[in-house]
């Protein structure tokens, strides 16, 4: 059974730091790229990153370059995602993706 579970989620301040790692099971991670998507309240949900099955391939949406950092560990099946200098906007619901698989998502709140 393929399953995607995240965490890591939470309340922050903005300039704040989060690390969402999403566990998969039922799959070997490493034959597969992953990515991460985000759902604001009353928005769209949209792509955030992703992680291709080979070494170096990232995607990242303009307005989190240079902010997040996205990483995969086949050994342990897990991929991360390393958010820096959040802002409001980044605030919304965060979900592990891969193929037609999706996890049950952990929320992010950027708030002072």
């Known amino acids: 059974q393929v399953q995607l579970v995240e965490s890591g989620g939470g309340l922050v301040q903005p300039g704040g730091s989060l690390r969402l790692s999403c566990a998969a099971s039922?799959?070997?991670?490493?034959?597969?790229?992953i990515g991460w998507f985000r759902q604001a309240p009353g928005k769209e949900r949209e792509r955030v990153s992703c992680i291709g099955s080979a070494a170096g391939v990232t995607y990242y949406v303009d307005s989190v370059k240079g902010r997040f950092t996205i990483s995969r560990d086949n050994a342990r099946n897990t991929v991360s995602l390393q958010m820096s200098t959040l802002k409001p906007e980044d605030t919304g619901i965060y979900y592990c993706?891969?193929?037609?698989?999706w996890g049950q998502g952990t929320q992010v709140t950027v708030s002072s």
């Open positions: 993706h891969l193929r037609s698989y």
């Open positions: 039922g799959f070997t991670l490493a034959a597969y790229s």
